[in-house]
């Protein structure tokens, strides 16, 4: 008795120390980043600079990745809510998947700088005094780099729920909201996280234009790891550039570990269907925090507050029909004046685009259609290359458990790391090896594209269903029958969402990559992102409304003709849940 008395309290000293640590340790971390929200806050309504001199020192590294951090997530929480309601109103209503879908192909391919300079000069003219104005546009921006891979995914995951689950929130009789909550979010959580993942990284793509913006003589320069590298790059301080690349792959190595892994482990309990034990996901930080009593009271406290709420959902039927009905009421009131205010936005912005078109000459036009044929190749190019490498990568990848645990942070940095950081270095190698400059050009963009379509085809291979997977053992399926009767078939919809996205990314990449100035020599490769980028830095405004216009209705034109009918037969024949 007194040996299991002495060795009770001992055995019980490290599980006490070690919660103890864990809950010092979550204490620290959320006063750090209060403290570091605060002083962005601060920052964001410091006085406005002329110019902003940027800092090459490494020691100055850490504070410029925290403000291009706070950026990145400041405009994935505003990706996030867009997804959510765009995904959700595209997959219930067919009516409004008629309008979603093609606004949203028409978003991910217009350029960046296709509306930056008018972006970032209304909210300076909004906010003249203050750090907001610049600080808003530049999470716009990189907002409109993160969203569209998001929303597609959504929206392919919600229209791939199976029909006996839809059928059974209906027999329940769940409102939107709980078919929200209850259904759709956790069908598509895990597809969502991984596109975050991605979409974090489109994000980054156009950081060294976003944060070091210069138009017409005027600096709109933020401090950050964008400008840290634009700085560099035109200085020439190749030391600089490589602290900035070792900065950026710390930033992406920690956001992997401290952030996506956790997600990607509490995600997987929403598969549907059953995997074995060591495929799980597991994460250091996710199994840290289960040791935490605070979490776990946290924790708690949600649980009674979530049944509670299910407690008042079970109201009489005819207190929920009134309330249903003043939510109807109230809903209709603000969609009436969304759109009053959408269509007189729309039709001030159509009368100054009129303007500017009428501004421009015929042999522009024809100049416009001929680069856009040539912009339009070189993208073709660039997924047909993406898709012939990306599918059997993801596939082998998604299957193999070990391949996914080695492999997976690595793909996730490469994706992660803003292309255009690298060009210099790319550019160099090839322009050396004698390699003409509209090829470099198509490697340029395809660094940026083909990324979209192994990390869509991977997450829909690690989604395989179980008992497919061992029906194709039953069948005997091997070699080339494997891949093409099952394998293929299964991630034909998530390859059709990743060349969506990936064509979108290859056509704003061409703004960066047909256009360079590398070694002070300015290089150009005759296409539409190259004439979009001579505008901007000329200000020729009505040139460059001329150009995101033509690229705004070929991507329309292709929306209708190719993206919509494979989105069809990828539900029709391919869909898990057919």
């Given amino acids: 008795m007194r040996r299991g008395s002495r060795t009770g309290p001992t055995r019980s000293l490290p599980s006490r120390a070690r919660r103890f640590a864990t809950d010092a340790v979550i204490l620290i971390v959320f006063g750090a980043s209060v403290a570091a929200v605060v002083a962005l806050a601060e920052r964001w309504h410091a006085p406005i600079r002329t110019a ?21 997530f400041a405009a994935y929480f505003l990706s996030l809510v867009f997804t959510l309601v765009t995904g959700s109103l595209a ?7 008629k309008i979603v879908l093609p606004l949203l192909d028409i978003g991910q391919g217009i350029p960046v700088l296709g509306f930056l300079p008018g972006l970032v000069f209304g909210l300076v003219a909004l906010f003249p005094r203050t750090n907001t104005g610049l600080e808003l546009a530049c999470v716009v921006m990189i907002f409109t780099g993160q969203v569209w891979n998001m929303a597609f995914a959504y929206y392919g995951a919600v229209r791939g729920i199976p029909a006996e689950l839809r059928e059974a929130a209906r027999l329940q009789r769940f409102t939107p909201l709980q078919t929200f909550t209850k259904l759709e979010l956790p069908s598509a959580a895990t597809g969502l996280v991984w596109n975050s993942m991605m979409s974090m990284a489109g994000g980054w793509f156009f950081l060294t234009i976003n944060e070091a913006f210069t138009l017409g003589g005027r600096d709109f320069r933020l401090p950050g790891i964008g400008s840290y590298m634009a700085v560099a790059i035109e200085k020439g301080d190749r030391r600089a550039i490589l602290w900035a690349i070792a900065a950026m792959v710390a930033m992406i190595v920690a956001v992997d570990n401290l952030i996506w892994k956790p997600l990607a482990v509490a995600v997987h309990r929403f598969r549907l269907d059953e995997v074995s034990p060591e495929a799980a996901p597991r994460s250091f930080v996710a199994t840290f925090v289960s040791h935490s009593r605070l979490f776990r009271r946290l924790r708690r406290a949600f649980r009674r507050y979530r049944d509670s709420l299910q407690l008042e959902e079970q109201a009489p039927e005819a207190r929920a029909k009134r309330e249903r009905g003043g939510r109807r009421a109230l809903l209709g009131t603000v969609r009436a004046a969304l759109l009053v205010l959408a269509g007189l936005a729309v039709g001030a912005g159509g009368v100054k685009l009129l303007l500017l078109l009428l501004r421009l000459p015929a042999h522009e036009w024809w100049e416009l259609l001929l680069a856009l044929g040539a912009t339009g190749v070189r993208t073709s190019m660039v997924l047909l290359v993406s898709a012939l490498w990306a599918v059997p990568a993801g596939i082998l990848i998604g299957r193999s458990v070990t391949l996914r645990r080695r492999l997976q942070p690595v793909v996730q940095v490469a994706a992660s790391f803003p292309a255009p950081m690298l060009y210099p270095l790319i550019t160099g190698l090839l322009l050396s090896a004698r390699v003409p400059f509209p090829v470099i050009a198509g490697v340029l963009m395809l660094t940026g594209a083909q990324w979209y379509v192994l990390f869509n085809v991977l997450a829909g291979a690690s989604a395989f269903p179980h008992d497919l997977t061992e029906a194709a053992g039953i069948c005997r399926l091997s070699g080339w029958s494997l891949w093409r009767h099952y394998y293929l078939p299964a991630v034909f919809p998530q390859l059709v969402t990743g060349l969506v996205t990936a064509a979108g990314g290859a056509w704003n990449a061409s703004i960066v990559s047909e256009a360079l100035v590398h070694g002070g020599r300015e290089y150009t490769s005759f296409g539409l992102g190259s004439l979009i980028t001579r505008a901007t830095h000329e200000g020729n405004f009505p040139l460059l409304a001329g150009g995101v216009l033509t690229m705004s209705f070929a991507l329309v034109f292709i929306n209708r003709v190719l993206w919509r009918r494979l989105y069809g037969l990828a539900q029709s024949r391919f869909a898990l849940n057919r």
């Avoid at 997959?91 to 998947?97: D, K, T, W």
């Fill in 91 to 97: 997959a219930r209503s067919p009516r409004a998947e």
């Fill in 52 to 72: 902003v001199e940027i800092d090459l020192s490494p020691l100055a590294l850490p504070g410029y990745a925290l403000l291009s951090l706070s950026r990145g």
